[in-house]
């Protein structure tokens, strides 16, 4: 249900911004460990669908940037993001969701290309699938990548 919930609220937040903002410009990022698909709506708002993965766990979701300084080559940036979990360990399986909120800054060392680094607080519940077992708690999360844009404004 709730991958249901995120997948619909990602749909209904990030595409029609991407497909009606006038001026968009996209990205196409690597971060640290997955890939993202990034839409600069104008100079103060970026969205994104990010994922990530690694041995046995995936993270999908979207995000949200409000950009509050621009000077120079540098970006800074505040925003949040929801995510659905999917995990299996050797022990359990499940899936769960991530919701948190961050502040970081991208630096273009071309025009077109960003380094950015972002950290901020998250709350993550996950839920065994064999167990009836729920864990959540508010946890820490930084985030490094690197961004190629494409079109729209700079």
């Known amino acids: 249900m709730m991958k249901r919930i995120l997948t619909a609220?990602?749909?209904?937040?990030?595409?029609p911004s991407l497909l009606f903002a006038e001026g968009k410009g996209w990205g196409v990022g690597v971060n640290y460990p997955?890939?993202?698909?990034?839409c600069r709506l104008n100079a103060k708002q970026t969205v994104e669908l990010?994922?990530?993965?690694?041995?046995?766990?995936?993270?999908?979701?979207?995000?949200?940037y409000h950009n509050f300084s621009?000077?120079?080559?540098?970006?800074?940036?505040?925003?949040?993001?929801?995510d659905y979990v999917?995990?299996?360990?050797?022990?359990?399986?499940?899936?769960?969701?991530?919701?948190?909120?961050?502040?970081?800054?991208?630096?273009?060392?071309?025009?077109?290309?960003?380094?950015?680094?972002?950290?901020?607080?998250?709350?993550?519940?996950?839920?065994?699938?064999n167990e009836d077992v729920d864990e959540g708690g508010v946890d820490f999360i930084a985030n490094i990548g690197l961004t190629y844009y494409f079109g729209g404004e700079k």
């Not at 990010?50 to 995000?63: A, E, H, M, N, S």
């Not at 621009?70 to 929801?82: D, I, Q, V």
């Open 9 to 15: 609220a990602g749909f209904l937040i990030i595409l």
């Open 34 to 38: 997955g890939l993202s698909l990034k």
């Open 50 to 64: 990010k994922t990530q993965f690694g041995k046995d766990i995936l993270v999908v979701g979207p995000r949200y």
């Open 70 to 82: 621009s000077k120079g080559k540098t970006n800074l940036f505040f925003g949040g993001e929801a």
């Open 86 to 129: 999917i995990f299996k360990g050797d022990s359990s399986e499940g899936s769960g969701f991530a919701a948190g909120a961050f502040v970081g800054g991208e630096y273009f060392t071309t025009p077109n290309f960003g380094v950015s680094l972002d950290i901020g607080p998250a709350y993550i519940s996950l839920k065994d699938k």
